[in-house]
């Protein structure tokens, strides 16, 4: 069973910065997409940003310009780079890793990112 790995969350103040890691934790063959999602309290889970193999990147209006997702596809790592952090980034943020046609699509367990204004 392949498990998602994610590190890099905590406590920041507003304007702050952190980095998000994840990577699976076996092999994992083929992968399409991977990606950051994330959900606050009484919201529902939405995209964060996402990356293809193919290099193509995919952000959420309310982050462009803060955040940059990169991808080591030799590692199989995804990272997510949060930069001028706000109270409003605040929420549980979960990696999503799909394989080409959708063949699988794992969940991290999240991590919690709280910013304090």
């Known amino acids: 069973q392949v498990q998602l790995v994610e590190s890099g969350g905590g406590l920041v103040q507003a304007g702050g910065s952190l980095r998000l890691s994840c990577a699976p934790s076996?092999?994992?063959?083929?992968?399409?997409?991977m990606g950051w999602y994330r959900q606050a309290p009484g919201k529902q889970r939405e995209l964060v940003a996402s990356?293809?193999?193919?290099?193509?990147?995919n952000y959420a209006d309310s982050v462009k310009g803060r955040f940059t997702i990169s991808r080591d596809i030799a590692k199989n790592t995804v990272y997510l780079q949060m930069n001028s952090l706000k109270p409003e980034d605040t929420a549980v943020y979960y990696c999503n890793v799909r394989g080409p046609f959708n063949r699988y699509n794992y969940w991290g367990q999240g991590t919690q990112v709280t910013v304090s204004s």
């Open positions: 076996g092999s994992i063959g083929s992968i399409n997409t």
């Open positions: 990356t293809t193999t193919g290099g193509s990147t």
